[in-house]
């Protein structure tokens, strides 16, 4: 045999072995990607759990304890987790994660802070992934660097936050079979000031994009708190939103004075390079509502009196709100998204419906992202035309 045609067949061999080893991942197929976060509901019936129309499922949570990733009670979850595991029967191409963390989950920059005690914390994760047979894990350390809900954070967050998720891929890749990874982000700049985002990016498949509770449950001032569309700050002049934006901004506070949404922290990690199709967006599956609202402009951009609900689930807002003919449905164009009144009680409601969902799904395949999750499925309604079906259905088209 010639040196020449050895040569090929050796290279043909380790694109072979390459590729068995680093599968194409899931932003590359036609279809984007569709992930739910999850948490397992009180009337807990795995078998009813529409598999069939998502590509991953997020078990939510694990949490630090004593330095190793680990059910608060397991004896309760484990058997939980299985139970989901084994709904692969139903869609075999499901991948099945598990969340480590989630808001006020506190434990992560002592665990990240030295080798030790990542390699701990990274033997812990690898341990349970082979025990429930999972398909890889997502990150949700809110935030390296930024205290959130009171949890600790120290200015070696940064790096130690790299070098944890590159010690997670590598423990993932020394599985037999393909594993993910991934890591929920903000939906807001800041955060990204905070962790290093090219070197994250080579470790991590996916970066889920919480772009939600941009205007957050402690808000007096009401808003679209999981918008797609970038709204300028011109365009909402006069109003007392602006006026609170401008003042956060003033104050240094913010590093710009218009409304947070999908398309402009989309666009702002692309111009800071992050590949298109590593970024999934994300979508509520849960509204607020804010009480003693002004009429002027329907509601939107005023100041209330007060957070009416501060969270409530999709389901509970079909079956109170949106069958209820005094709340009157609003579309804000710029925004697109859409936001309900009431009059009589000076209610205001943001929330994600069908609409909406279905637009940020299109959003998501036009700009070849990497596809759409939401938190969380179990908020959804249970019947026909769900939120999740208004996804899958505008994912296939």
Not at 354 to 360: E, G, H
């Amino acid at each position: 045999m010639s040196s020449k045609i050895q040569y090929l067949v050796l290279a043909f061999i380790g694109y072979i072995f390459l590729t068995a080893c680093n599968p194409q991942p899931a932003a590359d197929r036609s279809k984007p990607v569709i992930m739910a976060y999850y948490v397992a509901e009180r009337d807990y019936q795995p078998e009813k759990i529409p598999v069939e129309k998502l590509s991953h499922i997020i078990y939510s949570f694990t949490v630090v304890i004593d330095g190793e990733m680990k059910f608060r009670n397991p004896d309760e979850a484990g058997p939980k987790l299985e139970a989901l595991v084994r709904q692969k029967s139903r869609n075999p191409n499901l991948k099945v994660m598990i969340a480590c963390g989630g808001w006020g989950a506190d434990g992560f920059s002592d665990m990240a802070l030295t080798e030790e005690g990542r390699a701990k914390f990274i033997e812990s994760a690898r341990s349970f992934i082979a025990q429930y047979e999972l398909d890889g894990m997502d990150m949700d350390w809110e935030y390296p660097g930024i205290s959130g809900a009171g949890t600790m954070a120290r200015p070696e967050d940064t790096e130690n936050f790299t070098a944890l998720m590159k010690g997670l891929r590598e423990m993932l890749d020394a599985f037999d079979s393909p594993k993910i990874l991934t890591f929920a982000s903000a939906g807001w700049k800041r955060y990204y000031d905070f962790i290093e985002v090219d070197e994250v990016m080579k470790y991590a498949d996916y970066m889920n994009v919480m772009t939600y509770d941009q205007v957050s449950g402690e808000s007096i001032y009401t808003g679209h708190h999981t918008p797609l569309g970038h709204v300028a700050n011109q365009d909402i002049e006069g109003t007392p939103f602006q006026a609170h934006l401008d003042s956060l901004y003033a104050a240094g506070a913010a590093p710009d004075n218009d409304p947070e949404s999908v398309e402009k922290i989309v666009d702002f990690l692309i111009n800071i390079g992050v590949n298109p199709a590593q970024i999934v967006i994300g979508s509520a599956f849960y509204g607020r509502v804010w009480k003693g609202v002004p009429p002027a402009n329907q509601g939107l951009y005023q100041r209330s009196r007060d957070i009416h609900i501060g969270w409530l689930g999709y389901q509970q807002i079909r079956d109170r709100y949106e069958t209820d003919s005094s709340f009157v449905r609003h579309w804000d164009e710029k925004a697109k998204a859409p936001f309900m009144y009431e009059a009589k009680d000076s209610l205001l409601v943001s929330y994600d419906d069908t609409v909406s969902v279905a637009l940020k799904t299109r959003y998501a395949i036009d700009n070849q992202l990497g596809g759409i999750m939401f938190w969380q499925l179990g908020n959804d309604t249970k019947e026909p035309g769900s939120l999740l079906d208004a996804i899958y259905k505008e994912a296939q088209k």
